[in-house]
């Protein structure tokens, strides 16, 4: 984008202080962490599911997508109270990762809110990454190359090592 503006002559200048920082980072150095984590905000890639809204549940966060894990992890890093117990129903995780038991086998999962794939490959990536330290670097430009791939990496694994610290309490079986 800034090489387009640059082509363009516009005069002007990208700044994105939080580029490198994770979500965590970002909720931690923010002037008022708790302001900011009690503002309805919403990431979850699925809030408002068919099964939800029959449920009652709908537009809520599912607490078990991708997004939803690292909001957690944010909220963890940032040392944000994310108890589900203690938010209001129409706030509250649909799925409670740090409670429920969750099923790495979706076919097992006796009902969706057990359904742990994501956990699952969360924990798969942990693993890859421990095994060599050639996957991570290779991994995160899958998608392009990056123009500044050191400061990527370092971001990339301050963000996964906030995910791990979630993984710690989430209960995933067969
Ligand atoms: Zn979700």
Redesign the pocket.
């Known amino acids: 984008m800034q090489q387009l503006f640059d082509t363009l002559a516009l005069g002007i200048t990208i700044v994105n202080p939080f580029e490198f920082k994770t979500k965590g980072e970002m909720l931690a150095d923010c002037a008022d962490p708790a302001f900011a984590a009690g503002v309805n905000t919403m990431?979850?890639?699925?809030?408002g599911t068919r099964n939800a809204k029959l449920e009652g549940k709908g537009n809520r966060?599912?607490?078990?997508?991708?997004?939803?894990?690292i909001?957690r992890a944010a909220l963890k890093k940032a040392g944000i109270t994310d108890d589900n117990a203690l938010l209001p129903d129409d706030r509250k995780?649909?799925?409670d990762i740090y409670r429920e038991t969750l099923h790495a086998s979706t076919a097992k999962a006796t009902n969706k809110a057990a359904k742990g794939e994501n956990v699952m490959a969360f924990r798969y990536m942990l693993a890859r990454v421990q095994a060599s330290s050639n996957f991570l670097p290779s991994a995160i430009q899958i998608t392009g190359p990056l123009e500044t791939p050191a400061a990527s990496l370092d971001v990339y694994q301050r963000g996964l090592e906030e995910v791990e610290a979630v993984l710690q309490h989430v209960r995933l079986v067969d």
């Open positions: 990431s979850c890639s699925r809030p966060h599912c607490g078990r997508c991708v997004p939803c894990i909001r995780y649909r799925t």
